[in-house]
């Protein structure tokens, strides 16, 4: 293994994540799928039979399915926000990635319910002792029980802590997923309904708009119920309480544990984000025209439009 992973190289791999792209095989947990390049130096992602196709192999990994499921390319995503995040966003030209444990939801990377932490703690005890007491082959333990528990109990408390460390070094920035505007999500997340902004962009938008960056996830919210399981161990930033099913959200997420920060901003080509821009249906005329002012300002050439709420019925 070379270890020389180009960009394109990860990549593809990110793209491709849950099939090897000669033959379309479907990774199981488990697999190992192979990383490196064909004979014209061609960046490959392949599995354990096509990776003898491979002139240069970069390395390996152990399979794992993603904690979240990726939207179709089409899917359309929204971003209900007030006016002067808007234009916050236009004079940045970025995206601001809130800080985990800066949420409202307490839940935010939340493992499980307080009250079935003993479970938890029982069964990663359990874990931990099975893998001191059994090391792998050519090695011996040789700790006496207590010693054993003891080991377990510090790597329960280190598994604890990095849940901690976790929520201050998780950005995330979150989406409605929906065909159609949400007259709750206006109520939802503008402060100010009256000069409520909804951005309109797409899966595949979005991720091009973050420049196809393999270290920004985009994704599905899992929405399970607390009450009878836990979140995932190493992704519980994917899972949220029932309760919150309606957000339909879809989050783009990346890890930094240099940033001190409560938030960071990610530069985004908001030529490729914005594919149309609604007004809120409380808002007054000249709240449009405004809007259409501030766009022409920072040179985005999108077209502005009432929300459909307001349309009038008949009967
Ligand atoms: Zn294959």
Redesign the pocket.
Known sequence: MTNRITEELSRLAFECHD???????KFQEGDTSHLGYGTDDEPLY??????KKLKETAVRFYFIPRAYTVPKKESKLWRYTDFAKYVSMLSTKGLYFARADCFQDSFEGAKGLKKNKSKWNDYYLHFFREAIKNPPDSYECTLSDEEVEKQAERLLGEFEFGGEIEKKSTFINCWHESEYESEAMWRLYSSFLENAIAVRTSYHSLYQALGCNPSIDIGRVNYINFQKRYASADHAFWYKRMSFEHEKEVRALFINRDCPDKGKIVPCDLSILIEEVFVSPSAPLWFTQLVNDVNEKYGVNKKVSPSELIQEPFF
Do not use: H, P, Q, W
């Open positions: 099939n090897c792209v000669l033959c379309g095989y392949v599995c354990e039979e096509c990776s």
